[in-house]
């Protein structure tokens, strides 16, 4: 039988891990399953609290907490992952956030890509409920918009948003598998993928892999979008120049990062009429701000702030 850990981390989002864990004890599997959740809140400890509650009621799957003392997602997932590899003979690792929760037949869909597809780490769709509608504006924009993607091969992948994991890819990448220096910031799984693909590992995606994430209020604002788009641009770039870009890769990002803004100002100007348009453009030249202030040494640490419970 094969054997899956979930790997979840939670800082302060009592009431998501509620819903995840709920959704995780219904998925329809013929697999293995174990659950290992972080505690990434040191002083509060309330996903400590939840899982020692959930135990009590006689969970379905084994359920382990442990506490990431340091705060950070990338110290969040790599306790998570060092905790895995040491106690667990899981074949395949999952992570989640505390904001999502999977459909009944998660884990079925990912093993049915990864076994077409021989590939070492699979993503899956995001499909976003919002706790308020957002307009127009918001169905391009990362992070409210919808992710999905055809099932198969991919060149990378971005985000641990939805992901599926062989063993050995975490076993054989130099620790700790997710830096440090990334933090608050994010990005941090932008880097974990990009090791893995200066490695050679394949990554599909896996379509039917269905989580759902929730967006609260405070999410579903234009201003977060932009906010998001800025962020984005400056992890990917802090990644970037991480690896040692030569001269002429560094020429041509550069070269993207003029274009986007000789072409998105002024087409955000002609669409005001086209609320979903310029919107659009409006986060791609958010996105290239947030890229032009990494090459100048600013890092923008976006979940130095929690959204939801």
């Known amino acids: 039988m094969t054997e899956i850990a979930v790997a979840i981390a939670s800082f302060r989002r009592p009431e998501g891990l509620r819903r995840l864990l709920d959704a995780v004890a219904e998925l329809e599997t013929t697999t293995q399953v174990s659950v290992v959740v972080v505690e990434n809140d040191s002083e509060r400890r309330e996903a400590l609290m939840l899982c020692e509650q959930m135990l009590a009621e006689q969970y ?8 990431a003392e340091e705060r950070g997602i990338a110290q969040a997932r790599n306790a998570g992952v060092e905790h895995i590899l040491m106690q667990s003979r899981a074949e395949f690792v999952a992570m989640l956030d505390d904001d999502e929760w999977p459909d009944a037949q998660w884990l079925e869909a990912f093993l049915h890509v990864q076994r077409l597809t021989v590939a070492d780490a699979l993503q899956g769709a995001v499909i976003p409920k919002l706790e308020r509608a957002a307009g127009i504006w918001a169905r391009r924009c990362h992070g409210i918009a919808p992710v999905q993607h055809a099932n198969g091969l991919i060149p990378s992948i971005d985000s641990t948003s939805n992901v599926f994991i062989r063993r050995e ?14 933090a608050l910031s994010g990005g941090e799984d932008r880097d974990f993928f990009e090791r893995l693909r200066r490695q050679g590992r394949r990554f599909a995606w896996a379509n039917d892999a269905v989580v759902y994430a929730w967006v609260p209020a405070s999410r579903a604002r234009f201003t977060w979008a932009l906010k998001r788009a800025y962020r984005t641009g400056n992890s990917d770039m802090r990644v970037f120049l991480k690896h040692g870009p030569s001269t002429a890769q560094l020429a041509r990002e550069m070269v993207k990062i003029a274009g986007a803004a000789l072409v998105y100002a002024p087409l955000a100007l002609i669409s005001m009429p086209f609320v979903r348009r310029q919107a659009h453009a409006l986060c791609k030249i958010c996105r290239a701000a947030g890229k032009t202030a990494a090459l100048a040494g600013h890092r923008y640490d976006e979940y130095a702030t929690v959204h939801g419970r």
């Open 60 to 67: 379905r799957w084994p359920l382990t907490c442990i506490v």
């Open 169 to 182: 890819c975490l076993e054989k990448l130099a620790k700790p598998c997710f830096d440090p220096d990334f």
